[in-house]
C-alpha cells in the first residue's frame, strides 16, 4: 500500500467516522434524547469508553437505546482496529518519502476533513438537510412509522421544545381542529409551528389540522408529549 494511498484511506475512514457519529447522534436523538447527551453518549461509544455517567441510565431504560448502543460500540471497535492497523502501516512506510512532501499532504487532508466537519455541524443547510434524510430514513426502520419520534431541541426547567414527526397520529387529533382536540387543556401542551411534508412552516391556528408526514414544534412536559404522542410499549 502506497504512502498517497494511506493518507486517501485514513482520512477517508476519519470522515465515515464522523458521519457514523453524526447518525448515531441523529438515531439517539429520535428515541427523546438531547442533542447534547445523545453527541456525548455516541462519542463514548464509538471511542470504546462505554456510555459513560449517570446518564447512562438514560440509555439502558430504553430497549431501543439498548439495541442502538449495542450497534454503536460495535461499530467503535471496528473503527479502533481499523485505524489503529493503517496509522502503524502509515508510519512504518514513511521512511520511505519525503517528510516536507507528506506534510503538505497531512495538512491537506486536516483541512479538508476540518471542512467537512463543520459543515455538517455548523452549516444549517447542510445540517438540516442531513438530520432530516438521516431522520426520515431512521423513522421507517427502528420505528416502522407505527411510532411519532421526539426529538428534544431544548430544556427549560420542567419543560421542553421538542420536534415530533407525525407518522402515526393520535386519536385525538384525528381529522380534528386544534381548537377541538383540546391539547391544551387536557395535556397541557402549546403547538408552535407545523412543518408540513414539503418542509414549509405553517401558522398554527384554531383551524389547523394534523395529518401524518407533518412535523410540529412542541412546548410542554415530556412526560405529556410522550403521553400524547407515544404508546409506551412502541417507544421503549
Do not use: W
Not at 502506497?2 to 464522523?18: E, G, K, Q, R, V
Not at 442533542?35 to 456510555?51: H, K, N, P, Y
Not at 471542512?115 to 426520515?136: A, E, M, T
Not at 431541541?153 to 414527526?165: D, H, N, Q, R, Y
Request: glycine share 4%.
Amino acid at each position: 500500500m502506497s504512502t498517497d494511498f494511506a493518507i486517501l484511506a485514513f482520512f477517508t475512514l476519519m470522515l465515515t467516522y464522523l458521519l457514523i457519529c453524526e447518525i448515531f447522534t441523529i438515531l439517539f436523538r429520535l428515541t427523546g434524547l438531547t442533542e447534547e447527551t445523545a453527541r456525548f453518549q455516541v462519542i463514548s461509544m464509538l471511542t470504546t469508553c462505554g456510555f459513560t455517567t449517570s446518564e447512562s441510565e438514560l440509555v439502558i431504560s430504553s430497549r431501543k437505546r439498548k439495541k442502538l448502543a449495542f450497534i454503536t460500540i460495535l461499530f467503535g471497535y471496528i473503527f479502533s482496529v481499523t485505524i489503529v492497523s493503517m496509522i502503524i502501516n502509515f508510519f512504518m512506510r514513511l521512511k520511505d518519502e519525503n517528510s516536507f512532501l507528506m506534510i503538505v499532504k497531512i495538512i491537506i487532508a486536516i483541512i479538508f476533513l476540518i471542512i467537512i466537519g463543520y459543515s455538517l455541524l455548523k452549516v444549517n443547510f447542510v445540517k438540516n438537510n442531513f438530520d432530516h434524510f438521516i431522520s426520515k430514513i431512521g423513522v421507517k426502520v427502528m420505528f416502522r412509522n407505527k411510532h411519532n419520534p421526539i426529538m428534544v431541541l431544548g430544556i427549560f426547567k420542567s419543560e421542553i421544545i421538542a420536534e415530533v414527526s407525525i407518522t402515526n397520529i393520535p386519536d385525538e387529533l384525528l381529522n380534528k381542529k386544534l381548537k377541538n382536540s383540546y391539547v391544551r387543556s387536557n395535556y397541557n401542551l402549546q403547538i408552535l409551528t407545523v412543518i408540513k411534508e414539503n418542509r414549509k412552516s405553517e401558522p398554527v391556528t384554531g383551524e389547523t389540522i394534523l395529518e401524518n408526514g407533518d412535523r410540529i414544534i412542541i412546548f410542554g412536559t415530556l412526560k405529556n408529549v410522550k403521553k400524547l404522542f407515544v404508546k409506551e410499549k412502541q417507544f421503549q
